[in-house]
């Protein structure tokens, strides 16, 4: 969004990187990225969205995200 001062771009790219930072720190250097579901809220000028995909077939996702919910909620770390 122009104005903000903030790249999206920049800001998603930054959050990638600290996650694979974080995925090598938890998980040392020999693994593979699995499924993948992300979540992103998307402020517009006409208000806020949230865009959700995955890269596998849709219970896939939501079993993932219902796990995330756990590990959220501090019930599964």
Do not use: H
């Not at 995925?23 to 499924?35: K, L, Q, S, V």
């Not at 979540?39 to 806020?48: H, N, R």
């Amino acid at each position: 969004m122009a104005g903000t001062g903030s790249d999206p771009r920049s800001k998603l790219g930054e959050e990638v990187a600290a996650q694979m930072d974080a995925i090598e720190a938890d998980f040392g250097d020999e693994y593979e990225i699995g499924n993948i579901v992300t979540v992103v809220e998307v402020i517009t000028p006409d208000g806020p969205g949230i865009r959700v995909r995955c890269n596998q077939q849709p219970w896939v996702g939501v079993g993932m995200l219902r796990v995330a919910e756990r590990v959220l909620e501090g019930k599964d770390r």
